[in-house]
């Protein structure tokens, strides 16, 4: 074993390390003092604070910056002699000849960096005259949340750093020379002008209040902190929750997170002041006569008990449905669709998955066995080639997109399938922008190119799957020049794309809504997979499909049984063996037959099938498609349950609203879309009349004759991992920090990547799948020649319930309709002109913004906010297989308004 020497002392080496790094490992964080180290930025050197002398075997002694100089063996480092001694306190006097005094009154005094280091090095008084530039810099309260006093900047480059490195936007840099050396912003410009994403990685990084933000999130690290898991999008990032008297104050993130590595977007870490907005509901109200009045939880409860018990008993369980959330925890979904089937008798279960990623799941499951993703987001670290299917994950996924923006930056391989020219695009060396709805048209061309060219893993399709004869028969017959028009891709920019996937030795695929909110999206998440199979892209490091998951925990919902036809852990309810077995463990008798999906829901409703329906935290008449219709469903089903936050457009069709608890104020777990199981930690108390939704379930279920105990995480992931295969390892108690990754063996191991020696099927599938065009294009093109496409903007979450009512909502306010040049030409739209845009189903009036971002034809636009309520015009066609609403596909025509927007 190769040793180095610590003050004298000997200790182990590891390939790699720096003398800062090897120090640390051996003797903590204390012994050598940094200013321009930080644990998520590469070693820079600028500061040299944490010099240290070396002497070689030669005996030749030498200071160094110890962050970027490599430990070598048989090294003697010295870190605190008189020589360093004397360095350090050199260094720091001379900072703070350019640093105001002013301690005591500064928001970062008790958690400085500086004044920590200052300290350490014995600082006592600075013998050098004060600088007279950085005093007079302006402070910057421009923006929403990011603030910046730059008189307070010690010029260590940590936030320039951070924004290059971590988030790789390149907004900050450094002007000037000598004294006058300080950052800015953009071309010079405040913080709210310039291209800021709001991330606050600069502000975390920052060592003194030189950036910071409204939060002042730096001066309270030191208060109570608690760790949880991010609502919002499926990246899943930790949090580290700050708390005083009940009130949250800040939220950073923490550096030993393997999620998000001290990393994450505005709304994590900015968007959080929903949680005790005036808007909160904060008691039960039933409607009386057309109004909603408040109610206590008895009355509340007697009522839906009531009801639900004489549908039961008149009609039978079959008018009654749920639908529950990815909002809510892992337990809370399973105790959902438990009460559903055990309690109600049904299996009319459904979840936001559904109008998401349900194709996902069915296709992956039809090709894998497993509907969920085959590797972990770090694995495209040791990728050489990285695809991105129908996801723009800078907006969506902000901190897994950021990840894939700095390897494409570093020139890694990027292919990039998208009707819209996202920032991701502008880095990849192939961008097949394709028209909205031809995905099968353009992975079939791949496909055909890369049989064709003979770049196929003939070994692993002989060894590990079936029916590849047939499917390449299919796809060697395909007139790629039809495919070509139809897609209005070139053929040759496709087999590129082909080429630079099969021919790379780890390909690794992520894909999102804009695969699977199509009338084809399940047999296009088979054709990716398919893609990986072809080329032996499964099974082990660098590779893989890996879904982008939409909301917190759409996997997590999946995975408990939020569906109609599989129970928790995705078993078939119509297996009589698996129903038996589920029958066992729940102690009543189950339905045998699958239940509705949630346009089936619909369905049944406005035929009179539906009697009852209760909906926990999901805005189904603003997400889901065709509104209207959706409002019709809500009207004509006699008795509607709405479990909430907010008084949202659902709620305001309920018969009994239920104020329910946000993800700070109770305890469970999230699924990631990496399968990673994590914590929820209870932050803070439930806001006064609210309740955990797993304890509202709970007290149902009870009080409808099932004998539940009350929710607890420790005791429901006991239940779960009895009934759910890959839970089977999981406790509380083991998923420590960081989770585990599903599925879990009952001695605890998890897995990082799956189907390695084999498919959870046995072999992997090849079925082949001709394109089809979409019925909505077939039936109003001629009428209705635009195609809209819906997309998620970075600072507000699908209806933007939660993001609405907080800063978020000062930088984004409202929804624009994206559109070409040459079409707003057509129509004498000018940016910012209110523009009509009609479909087959309705009509809405939003905002233009002129963009090369999409072709001429195509259309984007958002549904964030409600005064817009863009699925007015949305169509009900889905996709063929798992019923997912195609939001990527609406015909609609356009033309300017004549309504002139009043400008307060």
Same mark, same amino acid.
């Given at each position: 074993?190769?040793?180095?020497?610590?003050?004298?002392?000997?200790?182990?080496?590891?390939?790699? @390390?720096?003398?800062?790094?090897?120090?640390?490992?051996?003797?903590?964080?204390?012994?050598?003092?940094?200013?321009?180290?930080?644990?998520?930025?590469?070693?820079?050197?600028?500061?040299?604070?944490?010099?240290?002398?070396?002497?070689?075997?030669?005996?030749?002694?030498?200071?160094?910056?110890?962050?970027?100089?490599?430990?070598?063996?048989?090294?003697?480092?010295?870190?605190?002699?008189?020589?360093?001694?004397?360095?350090?306190?050199?260094?720091?006097?001379?900072?703070?000849?350019?640093?105001?005094?002013?301690?005591?009154?500064?928001?970062?005094?008790?958690?400085?960096?500086?004044?920590?280091?200052?300290?350490?090095?014995?600082?006592?008084?600075?013998?050098?005259?004060?600088?007279?530039?950085?005093?007079?810099?302006?402070?910057?309260?421009?923006?929403?949340?990011?603030?910046?006093?730059?008189?307070?900047?010690?010029?260590?480059?940590?936030?320039?750093?951070?924004?290059?490195?971590?988030?790789?936007?390149?907004?900050?840099?450094?002007?000037?020379?000598?004294?006058?050396?300080?950052?800015?912003?953009?071309?010079?410009?405040?913080?709210?002008?310039?291209?800021?994403?709001?991330?606050?990685?600069?502000?975390?990084?920052?060592?003194?209040?030189?950036?910071?933000?409204?939060?002042?999130?730096?001066?309270?690290?030191?208060?109570?902190?608690? &760790?949880?898991?991010?609502?919002?999008?499926?990246?899943?990032?930790?949090?580290?929750?700050?708390?005083?008297?009940?009130?949250?104050?800040?939220?950073?993130? /923490?550096?030993?997170?393997?999620?998000?590595?001290?990393?994450?977007?505005?709304?994590?870490?900015?968007?959080?002041?929903?949680?005790?907005?005036?808007?909160?509901?904060?008691?039960?109200?039933?409607?009386?006569?057309?109004?909603?009045?408040?109610?206590?939880?008895?009355?509340?409860?007697?009522?839906?008990?009531?009801?639900?018990?004489?549908?039961?008993?008149?009609?039978?369980?079959?008018?009654?449905?749920?639908?529950?959330?990815?909002?809510?925890?892992?337990?809370?979904?399973?105790?959902?669709?438990?009460?559903?089937?055990?309690?109600?008798?049904?299996?009319?279960?459904?979840?936001?998955?559904?109008?998401?990623?349900?194709?996902?799941?069915?296709?992956?499951?039809?090709?894998?066995?497993?509907?969920?993703?085959?590797?972990? !987001?770090?694995?495209?670290?040791?990728?050489?080639?990285?695809?991105?299917?129908?996801?723009?994950?800078?907006?969506?996924?902000?901190?897994?997109?950021?990840?894939?923006?700095?390897?494409?930056?570093?020139?890694?391989?990027?292919?990039?399938?998208?009707? &819209?020219?996202?920032?991701?695009?502008?880095?990849?060396?192939?961008?097949?922008?394709?028209? /909205?709805?031809?995905?099968?048209?353009?992975?079939?061309?791949?496909?055909?190119?890369?049989?064709?060219?003979?770049?196929?893993?003939?070994?692993?399709?002989?060894?590990?799957?079936?029916?590849?004869?047939?499917?390449?028969?299919?796809?060697?017959?395909?007139?790629? $020049?039809?495919?070509?028009?139809?897609?209005?891709?070139?053929? @040759?920019?496709?087999?590129?794309?082909?080429?630079?996937?099969?021919?790379?030795?780890?390909?690794?695929?992520?894909?999102?809504?804009?695969?699977?909110?199509? #009338?084809?999206?399940?047999?296009?998440?088979?054709?990716?997979?398919?893609?990986?199979?072809?080329?032996?892209?499964?099974?082990?490091?660098?590779?893989?499909?890996?879904?982008?998951?939409?909301?917190?925990?759409?996997?997590?919902?999946?995975?408990?049984?939020?569906?109609?036809?599989?129970?928790?852990?995705?078993?078939?309810?119509?297996?009589?063996?698996?129903?038996?077995?589920?029958?066992?463990?729940?102690?009543?008798?189950?339905?045998?037959?699958?239940?509705?999906?949630?346009?089936?829901?619909?369905?049944?409703?406005?035929?009179?099938?539906?009697?009852?329906?209760?909906?926990?935290?999901?805005?189904?008449?603003?997400?889901?498609?065709?509104?209207?219709?959706?409002?019709?469903?809500?009207?004509?089903?006699?008795?509607?349950? !709405?479990?909430?936050?907010?008084?949202?457009?659902?709620?305001?069709?309920?018969?009994?609203?239920?104020?329910?608890?946000?993800?700070?104020?109770? $305890?469970?777990?999230?699924?990631?879309?990496?399968?990673?199981?994590?914590?929820?930690?209870?932050?803070?108390?439930?806001?006064?009349?609210?309740?955990?939704?797993?304890?509202?379930?709970?007290?149902?279920?009870?009080?409808?004759?099932?004998?539940?105990?009350?929710?607890?995480?420790?005791?429901?992931?006991?239940?779960?991992?009895?009934?759910?295969?890959?839970?089977?390892?999981?406790? *509380?108690?083991?998923?420590?920090?960081?989770?585990?990754?599903?599925?879990?063996?009952?001695?605890?191991?998890?897995?990082?990547?799956?189907?390695?020696?084999?498919?959870?099927?046995?072999?992997?599938?090849?079925?082949?799948?001709?394109?089809?065009?979409?019925?909505?294009?077939?039936?109003?093109?001629?009428?209705?020649?635009?195609?809209?496409?819906?997309?998620?903007?970075? @600072?507000?979450?699908?209806?933007?319930?939660?993001? &609405?009512?907080? #800063? $978020?909502?000062?930088?984004?306010?409202?929804? *624009?309709?994206?559109?070409?040049?040459?079409?707003?030409?057509?129509?004498?739209?000018?940016?910012?002109?209110?523009?009509?845009?009609?479909?087959?189903?309705?009509?809405?009036? !939003?905002?233009?913004?002129?963009?090369?971002?999409?072709? /001429?034809?195509?259309?984007?636009?958002?549904?964030?906010?409600?005064?817009?309520?863009?699925?007015?015009?949305? #169509?009900?066609?889905?996709?063929?297989?798992?019923?997912?609403?195609?939001?990527?596909?609406?015909?609609?025509?356009?033309?300017?308004?004549?309504?002139?927007?009043?400008?307060?």
């Amino acid at each position: 074993m190769k040793t180095a020497y610590i003050n004298n002392r000997p200790y182990a080496i590891q390939n790699g @390390e720096s003398i800062l790094a090897f120090t640390r490992r051996n003797l903590g964080n204390k012994l050598i003092p940094t200013l321009c180290d930080a644990p998520n930025l590469e070693a820079f050197g600028s500061c040299r604070v944490c010099s240290v002398d070396i002497q070689n075997g030669d005996g030749t002694t030498r200071t160094v910056a110890s962050c970027h100089t490599p430990v070598n063996e048989g090294q003697h480092i010295f870190t605190n002699s008189e020589n360093i001694k004397r360095l350090r306190k050199n260094i720091i006097e001379l900072v703070l000849t350019d640093h105001p005094l002013d301690c005591l009154t500064c928001e970062v005094n008790g958690n400085c960096e500086l004044q920590d280091v200052a300290a350490q090095v014995g600082i006592r008084e600075v013998r050098y005259p004060q600088g007279a530039n950085h005093l007079n810099r302006k402070k910057d309260l421009s923006h929403p949340y990011m603030t910046s006093d730059l008189s307070k900047c010690i010029n260590c480059y940590r936030c320039v750093r951070a924004c290059d490195e971590v988030q790789g936007e390149m907004v900050l840099s450094m002007a000037g020379r000598g004294f006058d050396a300080h950052i800015i912003k953009g071309v010079d410009q405040t913080f709210n002008d310039s291209d800021c994403v709001s991330c606050g990685a600069c502000a975390q990084a920052c060592p003194t209040s030189a950036i910071s933000d409204v939060f002042q999130s730096k001066s309270v690290v030191g208060k109570d902190k608690t &760790r949880t898991v991010c609502t919002y999008c499926g990246v899943g990032c930790n949090l580290d929750v700050a708390v005083e008297d009940t009130k949250i104050l800040s939220i950073q993130a /923490p550096f030993d997170a393997e999620v998000n590595h001290g990393h994450t977007c505005l709304k994590g870490r900015y968007a959080f002041r929903f949680y005790n907005h005036p808007d909160r509901l904060r008691t039960p109200l039933i409607r009386r006569n057309g109004k909603f009045e408040e109610a206590t939880w008895e009355e509340a409860y007697d009522l839906i008990v009531e009801k639900l018990t004489a549908y039961k008993h008149d009609f039978g369980a079959d008018f009654i449905a749920g639908i529950s959330s990815s909002r809510c925890t892992n337990e809370e979904n399973y105790l959902m669709q438990k009460f559903i089937r055990a309690v109600i008798g049904t299996n009319n279960i459904d979840g936001c998955a559904r109008v998401c990623h349900s194709p996902t799941a069915l296709g992956m499951q039809r090709t894998f066995g497993t509907g969920a993703a085959t590797n972990s !987001v770090v694995d495209m670290e040791i990728a050489d080639c990285l695809m991105i299917i129908g996801a723009n994950p800078t907006d969506a996924h902000p901190v897994t997109g950021a990840r894939l923006k700095q390897q494409a930056m570093k020139g890694k391989a990027l292919i990039v399938l998208d009707p &819209r020219r996202t920032e991701l695009a502008r880095f990849a060396q192939h961008h097949l922008q394709l028209r /909205p709805g031809t995905n099968v048209a353009v992975l079939n061309m791949m496909i055909h190119f890369i049989i064709k060219d003979g770049l196929v893993d003939q070994n692993f399709i002989d060894t590990r799957t079936e029916g590849y004869e047939d499917f390449k028969a299919a796809i060697l017959e395909l007139d790629i $020049n039809q495919l070509e028009a139809v897609s209005g891709v070139p053929a @040759e920019q496709v087999r590129s794309a082909a080429h630079a996937y099969a021919n790379a030795k780890n390909a690794m695929s992520f894909h999102g809504l804009g695969v699977t909110e199509h #009338s084809q999206g399940t047999f296009a998440v088979m054709q990716i997979a398919e893609l990986a199979m072809l080329t032996g892209n499964v099974g082990r490091p660098g590779v893989g499909v890996n879904p982008l998951r939409g909301q917190n925990n759409v996997q997590g919902s999946a995975d408990m049984g939020v569906q109609p036809h599989q129970g928790a852990g995705y078993l078939d309810v119509t297996n009589p063996d698996i129903r038996k077995k589920y029958e066992a463990f729940y102690g009543v008798q189950l339905p045998a037959h699958v239940g509705y999906k949630i346009p089936e829901m619909f369905d049944a409703a406005l035929e009179g099938k539906l009697k009852a329906i209760w909906i926990i935290g999901e805005d189904v008449v603003q997400t889901d498609p065709n509104t209207q219709k959706v409002i019709n469903a809500l009207e004509a089903t006699d008795f509607v349950v !709405v479990q909430e936050l907010f008084m949202t457009e659902t709620a305001k069709y309920a018969d009994v609203i239920l104020p329910a608890s946000s993800f700070l104020e109770k $305890n469970g777990t999230f699924t990631n879309g990496e399968r990673r199981v994590q914590r929820v930690n209870q932050v803070i108390e439930p806001l006064a009349g609210t309740k955990p939704d797993g304890q509202i379930i709970v007290e149902i279920m009870n009080r409808m004759g099932y004998d539940q105990p009350d929710y607890t995480p420790e005791g429901m992931l006991e239940e779960i991992s009895q009934i759910v295969p890959f839970f089977a390892g999981i406790s *509380w108690e083991k998923l420590g920090k960081n989770g585990l990754q599903w599925p879990v063996s009952a001695d605890g191991k998890d897995s990082k990547i799956i189907h390695i020696d084999t498919f959870k099927r046995g072999k992997g599938a090849f079925q082949f799948h001709d394109f089809s065009e979409s019925e909505e294009i077939e039936t109003y093109s001629l009428e209705y020649p635009y195609i809209l496409t819906t997309n998620r903007e970075l @600072e507000h979450y699908n209806c933007g319930t939660m993001t &609405r009512r907080t #800063s $978020n909502v000062d930088i984004l306010t409202e929804d *624009w309709l994206l559109i070409n040049q040459y079409d707003a030409d057509q129509h004498a739209i000018s940016d910012g002109d209110m523009v009509v845009m009609e479909s087959a189903r309705g009509q809405i009036e !939003v905002k233009a913004k002129i963009t090369d971002e999409v072709k /001429p034809g195509i259309l984007s636009s958002t549904f964030h906010f409600p005064e817009i309520m863009m699925n007015m015009i949305t #169509s009900d066609v889905s996709d063929s297989e798992a019923k997912c609403p195609e939001y990527k596909v609406v015909a609609v025509r356009i033309r300017k308004s004549e309504k002139v927007e009043v400008v307060n």
